[in-house]
């Protein structure tokens, strides 16, 4: 049975909206650009760290090089001293947090949109911490692109040539298939009409997609969200976890999405054969479920 999230959601007087994706999507620049719309809350990626405190990792007797560069990494990262400001502790953040608490409209009286971008294998297949009421859209990227700039961001981050297919924690379906998997549970029991946007056609055409997007999810649109202000202020209103505000302080995780004023052009994907071994292993893993997914992709209306 299908949830009538429209009316639930109108009921409460909030319009409540997923962005799920994979890694490197683009789907932070798209989160700050939906911070622009007025009585907005951005709640950004509260899953990841539930995901992580979920977990339980043995530490291997004897490292590799790689995971003893990966653990130091992220000591460094979890640093005490590096000011968070007033985001929220990743340690409190469960599943059934999220859910009941961090996700809940009773929260944010001022608020008429709660806007909930995640990456969708944090999720971790719990589809049962979903809270209701939600409106569901998702976002894709060509595999070329979602794996190089991640085995980019991921070297810069640990200091060292990363190996994708040996990182501890990485979804056995490449994040690809989670993706996928989630966008079926929620067709079968939860929005029957997910919104999916590649966003190689967002950064091609902000003008004719994101008015698309806007009105399937509810969200008000004006062309004042084609353009934004530079800079990271704009994090100061979103409910996001001290984990990745000090990560973005010490090692740039959204460095380009924050230094971002617009949607620029895309480039063509990369030639699959030129691209690192790890990186072709996981585009040919998963081109079958980005052209599965892309086929039910919004497009910009026609224009007059």
């Known amino acids: 049975m299908y949830d009538n999230n429209s009316v639930m959601a109108s009921q409460l007087g909030v319009n409540k ?4 994706s994979t890694p490197r999507c683009v789907s932070t620049a798209f989160a700050k650009c939906m911070s622009f719309v007025d009585a907005i809350q951005i709640v950004h990626e509260p ?8 977990v ?3 530490k291997p007797q004897n490292p590799t090089e790689q995971e003893k560069m990966i653990d130091d990494r992220t000591y460094e990262v979890l640093d005490p001293s590096v000011d968070a400001g007033e ?3 990743e340690k409190t953040c469960t599943f059934s947090w999220i859910k009941d608490e961090l996700l809940s409209e009773k929260h944010y009286p001022d608020k008429k949109i709660i806007f ?6 944090h999720l971790a297949g719990k589809y049962d911490m979903l809270p209701e009421g939600f409106k569901y859209s998702f976002a894709i990227r060509h595999p070329a692109k979602v794996y190089m700039s991640l085995k980019i961001l991921l070297t810069r981050f640990y200091g060292g040539e990363i190996d994708l297919l040996k990182l501890p924690l990485f979804p056995s379906g490449f994040g690809y298939k989670e993706l996928s998997d989630l966008v079926d549970y929620v067709r079968l029991n939860l929005d029957p009409t997910p919104t999916i946007v590649d966003t190689d056609d967002l950064l091609a055409d902000p003008s004719g997609i994101l008015p698309v997007y806007c009105e399937k999810t509810g969200i008000p649109y004006s062309d004042t969200l084609l353009s934004w ?3 990271s202020d704009i994090v100061k209103q979103w409910k996001i976890a001290k984990y990745l505000v000090k990560g973005d ?3 740039g995780f959204y460095k380009a999405a924050f230094e971002s004023t ?3 052009k895309p480039e063509p994907p990369p030639v699959i054969d030129t691209l690192p071994e790890d990186v072709q292993k996981c585009v040919k893993a998963t081109l079958g479920y980005y052209d599965k997914l892309r086929k039910d992709r919004i497009s910009a209306l026609p224009r007059k």
């Not at 909206?17 to 799920?20: D, K, Q, T």
């Not at 899953?47 to 979920?54: N, Q, S, T, V």
């Not at 909930?116 to 294998?121: I, L, S």
Request: negative net charge.
């Open 17 to 20: 909206v997923f962005l799920w």
């Open 47 to 54: 899953y990841l760290c539930a995901f992580l405190l979920d």
């Open 56 to 58: 339980a990792r043995d």
């Open 87 to 89: 985001s929220f502790d």
């Open 116 to 121: 909930c971008k995640d990456v969708a294998h």
């Open 229 to 231: 202000p530079a800079g």
């Open 249 to 251: 302080k010490l090692l």
């Open 262 to 264: 617009e949607f620029l």
